[in-house]
């Protein structure tokens, strides 16, 4: 067990960098947590600091998953690697540096997703795509994916850990949405424009 402890270590502090939050305040000049949903995510720097504002913030945030889970598979293993992922999504949306808030997780673990299983990656993202074209809704989008990323897991029959990690990351990224969900049963819920 010991041997996890560094890589979960380091894996959280990366997934803690709130580059959704440094975007939105030095290219925004907002504090994000303050405007639109309050949220220190990709999604909320659209709807506040615009579209380039988005593209980086996007980066960033799936970036940082990309490269714990492509450094821990290619340095470690897989089954480290699938460790490794769980904690960068949390650090992001616990980050120690906003006082153990953050986002909620879509970008980071799409990183992850990428690093280890890109074809995976590319069907969900597809999903995300089609589901936003149809109802430019980007929980909504994100809630069907999170629903997705198990089946598809099972379908390509990977390792049970793996399997494990789809299950968690799909009914954590649903949690953290359970407000949208609530706007999306009201009607409620903001529409998205990448116009």
Do not use: W
Request: proline letters at 3%.
């Amino acid at each position: 067990m010991f041997k996890y402890v560094i890589p979960i270590i380091l894996s959280y502090l990366i997934g803690s960098l709130p580059f959704s939050f440094i975007v939105g305040k030095y290219i925004g000049g907002i504090d994000i947590r303050k405007h639109g949903s309050g949220n220190t995510g990709a999604t909320n720097v659209l709807r506040t600091a615009g579209k380039k504002a988005f593209i980086i913030a996007f980066l960033g945030d799936f970036l940082k998953g990309f490269i714990v889970a492509f450094s821990a598979k290619i340095i470690l293993n897989l089954e480290t690697a699938v460790i490794c992922s769980v904690f960068v999504v949390l650090g992001h949306c616990y980050s120690m540096f906003l006082g153990f808030k953050g986002g909620k997780g879509v970008a980071t673990a799409a990183g992850t997703i990428f690093a280890l299983y890109p074809l995976i990656g590319l069907i969900l993202l597809i999903i995300q795509i089609l589901i936003l074209m149809a109802f430019n809704i980007m929980s909504l989008a994100s809630i069907i994916v999170s629903i997705s990323f198990p089946i598809v897991s099972i379908l390509f029959k990977t390792p049970k850990y793996y399997i494990y990690y789809s299950i968690f990351i799909g009914l954590f990224v649903i949690y953290k949405h359970k407000s949208n969900i609530k706007r999306l049963i009201s009607g409620n819920e903001s529409k998205i424009s990448f116009k």
